[in-house]
């Protein structure tokens, strides 16, 4: 990684968002089956590779923000021996299996089988706190992703990030802004789920443009500050836009501009650059290291609007949509204009 960040800069990225650094149970690749919460994954490297990586990219001006995880460690049944410090029955929640329909059960039974942390345990709710401020204290991290907030309750959530003392991003995998927006409150910024849902409508299903208009309306009344919420169109728990939509590029691009330019923080999933086009987990985790292509049309796009929206400061100046039809819209920033179609002749 520290010899590709001129590649993430070369678009005019100035954060990356990484994966979860701690010791895995095998198998778990991408970081959030947690075994020993002591050491880092060494199939990503050491201490002092992490340290230097940040280091490397704090002397580029590109911010760390590392993943986290308090809701579950590592499938291991129930023989918690494996884990550490967790290894304690009276650690974990009872064996029981997620009713989505019961937020009771979302909060106090298992993801996917996985061992579920009891945060009313006074030990496992302090270490949580004690070990997210260590690491961010430790490498030097400048935010932090939270994996699975639904799951964990929002009292918790407020002592988790101010424990960690810097920016928040939480997942709350939900369409719904009445039932996404309250996690903000416990936090300082959530991803835009609501928002990514529309962006697939207009921009892959070809549904109406207003439908940006009225989810920005609806979402008014819900999340205290929507210009702080993650916004994005691929990422690694969703089929990426071309493997949902036949490969249209047209509308990838088209869906990827509004993202770096509407309301909230973009957030690009690696890959979307070069045209990815994975299905469901885990085929939409790629490897990038053979296909860093400076040349991708996408690639340059991306730098381009990048490169104007840093010009235009458009972070300082209001939303303010200027025309919407079906399939048209248009709004502006302060000077900064944009102005989109969702017709990509598919």
């Known amino acids: 990684m520290i010899n590709h960040l001129d590649y ?47 280091t490397a990219a704090h002397s580029k001006g590109i911010w760390v923000m590392v993943d986290v995880v308090a809701n579950h460690c590592g499938p291991v049944g129930n023989d918690f021996s494996q884990l550490y410090p ?90 719904d802004p009445a039932y996404v927006g309250p996690y903000q409150n416990s936090l300082t910024a959530l991803f835009n789920y609501p928002m990514f849902y529309t962006i697939s409508d207009v921009f892959g299903a070809h549904k109406s443009m207003y439908n940006i208009r009225t989810r920005y309306n609806d979402e008014a009344s819900h999340f205290k500050d929507i210009d702080a919420l993650g916004v994005f169109v691929d990422n690694h728990d969703n089929a990426r836009f071309l493997s949902r939509y036949g490969g249209n590029k047209l509308g990838l691009k088209q869906a990827t501009v509004f993202a770096l330019t509407s309301r909230g923080i973009p957030f690009t999933y690696y890959g979307t650059e070069q045209y990815y086009a994975g299905g469901n987990d885990p085929k939409n985790r790629e490897s990038l290291w053979q296909d860093m292509n400076t040349g991708s049309d996408l690639y340059k796009m991306i730098a381009t609007v990048n490169a104007q929206r840093k010009a235009s400061a458009i972070w300082n100046n209001a939303y303010v949509e200027r025309y919407v039809d079906d399939s048209f819209f248009a709004f502006s920033r302060g000077k900064f204009l944009v102005a989109l179609t969702n017709n990509s002749g598919t």
Not at 10 to 29: E, K, R
Not at 48 to 53: E, G, T
Not at 120 to 127: G, L, M, P
Not at 157 to 166: D, F, L, N, P, T
Request: glycine fraction near 10%; aromatic fraction near 14%; hydrophobic fraction near 35%.
């Open 86 to 175: 967790f290894n304690q029955s009276s650690h974990y929640h009872s064996n029981c299996d997620i009713n989505w329909s019961d937020q009771n059960s979302v909060e106090n039974c298992r993801l996917a089988g996985l061992p579920d942390l009891n945060q009313s345990n006074s030990f496992v709710r302090q270490y949580l706190k004690d070990w997210v401020a260590g690491i961010v204290e430790e490498y030097g991290f400048d935010g932090i992703r939270i994996d699975t907030i639904p799951e964990v309750p929002k009292d918790f959530w407020s002592e988790y990030g101010q424990a960690s003392g810097v920016f928040q991003m939480g997942e709350c995998f939900n369409g």
């Open 8 to 54: 993430i800069k070369g678009m005019g990225f100035d954060a990356i968002w990484i994966s979860p650094i701690v010791d895995n149970i095998d198998g778990g690749y991408h970081g959030y089956w947690a075994r020993n919460w002591e050491n880092v994954n060494t199939n990503f490297g050491s201490a002092d590779d992490l340290k230097a990586l940040v």
